[in-house]
Nanobody, 124 residues
Framework: QVQLVESGGGLVQAGGSLRLSCAAS????????MGWFRQAPGKEREFVAA????????DYADAVKGRFTISRDNANNTVYLQMNSLKVEDTAVYYC?????????????????WGQGTQVTVSS
């Protein structure tokens, strides 16, 4: 079992930045790829960014390319999402996800472990 705890959400003005963190625990010694998804009110959960176990490969949704950066620190079992130039439409609950597979995955069905989510609100 992998436990994921997100932090770093909050309220920010459009154009501002936030850095989300996701701390993973459990299954000591396991390797896993990670991803970030988000869900806005009344909308489906959508892919935001993903990173392979080795961090050698990343992938982003078109809506966030050039503004968001995913990274990871395997020594501390933490994945990050740096969000710059935030827009009102980025407002959502952001979820961290993990899979015991090692590559990058954009489909939520590929992830078996999920955090509880952290709210990001961008005001105009």
């Amino acid at each position: 079992q992998v436990q994921l705890v997100e932090s770093g959400g909050g309220l920010v003005q459009a154009g501002g930045s936030l850095r989300l963190s996701c701390a993973a625990s459990g299954r000591t010694g396991s390797r896993y790829a990670m991803g970030w998804f988000r869900q806005a009110p009344g909308k489906e959960r959508e892919f935001v960014a993903a990173i392979s176990w080795s961090a050698g490969r990343t992938d982003y949704a078109d809506a966030v390319k050039g503004r968001f950066t995913i990274s990871r620190d395997n020594a501390n079992n933490t994945v990050y999402l740096q969000m710059n130039s935030l827009k009102v439409e980025d407002t959502a609950v952001y979820y961290c996800a993990a899979t015991l597979k090692l590559w990058v995955y954009v489909d939520a069905k590929d992830y078996g472990y999920w955090g509880q989510g952290t709210q990001v609100t961008v005001s105009s």
